[in-house]
């Protein structure tokens, strides 16, 4: 299956899965119609925070990662206060922890250290219609942001960093980022809302996946379950694990993780199941296509046939697309290419040999030059080339003496 075939097969699924959903919740489709702009946004925040969570985390990491080049080791002082803190009476302040657990209702009131401060908070914030509900002000030493009336969706990654500007240059402060994850808990809600009931996430060979069920309360039991046959999934920690800030990971996705799964949460006799997730597996592969290609003859003659083959051996069951340049394309002459894949046993591995075959019939002048085989797949493309030069007129006599 190449590219395109899973693009195609991907909408599919697509339109069996909203078709299902019509099928399904007729009534509830209609209930939720009032909500639905509400909702809408909300699932823009949920899909959103996961990425920008990770961002943040990979942004800090590059940091963590920097500082120890430029740190002598013995003067590594143990870590800085944290420079976020939570207030939480009047003029009372905490300082925060890896994560936090607020109702949701309640007033999150967080102080970061620093003449210039930067802020990152779920996304879902900054939509125009929860706006009015976070606040950030900035003092001489410090800043603050406040979000009144939270609600279960508000849950996720709030961060801040100070950072130093000299004319007009701006960095990084040496102080540590200040984070923490907050989950504001509701008895109603959970998860984290969204309003898919299906998701469709692509499982790749050798790519861990995540599924984002993200509870609002970090003492939910929560489960992974598949919906047929329904069964509960087995989560060892090692192939599958769960985290309760992210959701469960599949660290090695296998052909036999594919189809609906959703997960479930128990929390004091409420129970719930999340979004459903649509696991699609594609096979990947594990790097570019590496080919070779070879012409039969190096030199031709006026009137000749004569043919280059462009060889990749890779792994069963990936597609690989060719693409040929050529010189007689310049003046429209038509490619003749075959292309056929094949099984092979090599060094006692099983490899896919895929070849295309681009044919020259009655060779003319235009057709000296640069044959170049484009191969890729969905990783990405190689190209390679070869040339074929015609034999010069001048030789001719020669053949005709040795003949
Ligand atoms: C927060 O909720 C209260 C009570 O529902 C309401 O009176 C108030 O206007 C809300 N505040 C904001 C900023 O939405
Ligand atoms: C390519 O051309 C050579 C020389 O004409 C010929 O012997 C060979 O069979 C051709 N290969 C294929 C695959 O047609």
């Not at 508000?154 to 000299?166: I, K, L, N, P, R």
């Not at 002459?333 to 894949?341: C, F, M, W």
Request: charged share 25%; hydrophobic share 35%.
């Amino acid at each position: 299956m190449n590219s395109k075939g899973l693009a195609v097969l991907s909408c599919c699924l697509l339109f069996f899965v909203w078709a299902e959903c019509q099928q399904e919740k007729p009534s509830k489709a209609t209930a939720k119609k009032v909500t639905k702009e509400l909702k809408a946004k909300e699932n823009k925040f949920s899909r959103a925070v996961g990425k920008k969570v990770q961002q943040g985390a990979s942004k800090f990491l590059k940091k963590g990662q920097a500082k120890p080049t430029m740190t002598i080791p013995s003067q590594k002082q143990p870590s800085p206060l944290s420079i976020l803190t939570r207030a939480v009476a009047k003029g009372q302040f905490q300082k925060v922890t890896d994560t936090l657990t607020l109702k949701a209702g309640e007033t999150l009131d967080l102080r970061c250290k620093g003449k210039s401060v930067k802020w990152k908070y779920p996304p879902y914030l900054e939509d125009d219609d929860t706006e009015y509900r976070l606040r950030v002000k900035y003092f001489q030493k410090h800043s603050q942001l406040i979000v009144v009336n939270t609600t279960a969706a508000d849950t996720g990654e709030y961060s801040c960093w100070s950072f130093q500007c000299y004319d007009s240059e701006c960095r990084d402060g040496e102080d540590k980022p200040g984070k923490t994850y907050i989950f504001f808990t509701d008895p109603l809600e959970l998860f984290v809302p969204t309003e898919n009931y299906y998701e469709v996430i692509q499982m790749r060979t050798n790519h861990p996946a995540l599924l984002p069920c993200q509870v609002t309360n970090p003492l939910a039991k929560v489960t992974l379950h598949r919906e047929f046959p329904p069964e509960k999934v087995v989560v060892d920690g090692i192939d599958i694990s769960y985290d309760v800030k992210r959701g469960f990971m599949i660290h090695r996705p296998r052909p036999s993780h594919a189809g609906s799964l959703f997960c479930m949460a128990n929390m004091n006799g409420v129970r719930q199941i999340s979004t459903k997730y649509m696991l699609i597996y594609v096979n990947y592969p594990s790097s570019v296509p590496k080919p070779v290609v070879r012409a039969s003859t190096a030199s031709f003659h006026i009137g000749d046939n004569f043919n280059v083959t462009c060889t990749v051996f890779g792994e069963p069951e990936i597609a690989v697309d060719f693409t040929w340049e050529y010189p007689g394309q310049q003046i429209g002459r038509p490619p003749y290419v075959r292309e056929h894949t094949d099984l092979v046993r090599q060094g006692g591995q099983v490899q896919q040999e895929s070849k295309s075959i681009f044919y020259i019939d009655e060779a003319r002048v235009v057709d000296d030059g640069l044959y170049s085989c484009i191969a890729e797949n969905l990783q990405g493309s190689t190209t390679v080339s070869t040339r074929v030069h015609l034999v010069q007129a001048t030789l001719a006599p020669r053949k005709a003496k040795s003949g």
